[in-house]
T-cell receptor, first 112, second 109 residues
């Protein structure tokens, strides 16, 4: 099993460029999440999708959009990247709320 | 919003030592997670618990719901245990995990 796969692993963007981070899981999980991790701070939830067809804002949604394309895939889009979005991004999935979470390998994004 | 505090922030141990990492939270929860993040960056779930105690190999996790506190113990520590250990909690019925800032563990041979 691949688990949770996210792409790309590394990306450098110029301010104002757009990009989409892709995430796919093969565990038939209902819930999927996007987090960002910054030095000195815990992981923070950007958006989540409790089930296929639904998405909700997390703690830090500004500057991001998401799409739950189907049960397997959940993408994160930066429409106009800003240096403050330099971070490591993690996708995760779980069977439901309060269940064990499985994480992707992370995407290290730098916005210059 | 739940506040999750971990201690210590950094921990250096000699190989073979018994290690304890603590996590406290401010509001009642439905589940608490212990995660491990290796230097390469990947995050792995170690435990999810809502009461009592769980054991997996040399790792033991306990939770005291009344005191809003959990501990992660590592017995007979080994250099390969060197990683950041992260505590996270689900509020009751909540999809959102609130994370602690992590404890960086270094085990020296």
């Amino acid at each position: 099993n691949a688990g949770v796969t996210q792409t790309p692993k590394f990306q450098v963007l110029k301010t104002g460029q757009s990009m989409t981070l892709q995430c796919a899981q093969d565990m038939n999980h209902n819930s999927m999440y996007w987090y960002r991790q910054d030095p000195g701070m815990g992981l923070r939830l950007i958006y989540y999708s409790a089930s296929e067809g639904t998405t909700d804002k997390g703690e830090v949604p500004n500057g991001y959009n998401v799409s739950r394309l189907n049960k397997r895939e959940f993408s994160l889009r930066l429409e106009s990247a800003a240096p403050s979005q330099t971070s490591v991004y993690f996708c995760a999935s779980s069977g439901d709320w309060g269940r064990e979470a499985f994480f992707g390998q992370g995407t290290r994004l730098t916005v210059v | 919003k739940n506040e999750v505090e971990q201690s210590p922030q950094n921990l250096t141990a000699q190989e073979g030592e018994f290690i304890t990492i603590n996590c406290s939270y401010s509001v009642g929860i439905s589940a608490l997670h212990w995660l491990q993040q290796h230097p390469g960056g990947g995050i792995v779930s170690l435990f999810m618990l809502s009461s009592g105690k769980k054991k997996h190999g040399r790792l033991i996790a306990t939770i005291n719901i009344q005191e809003k506190h959990s501990s992660l113990h590592i017995t007979a520590s080994h250099p390969r245990d060197s990683a950041v250990y992260i505590c996270a909690v689900n509020g009751a019925g909540s999809y959102q995990l609130t994370f602690g800032k992590g404890t960086k563990l270094s085990v020296i041979p």
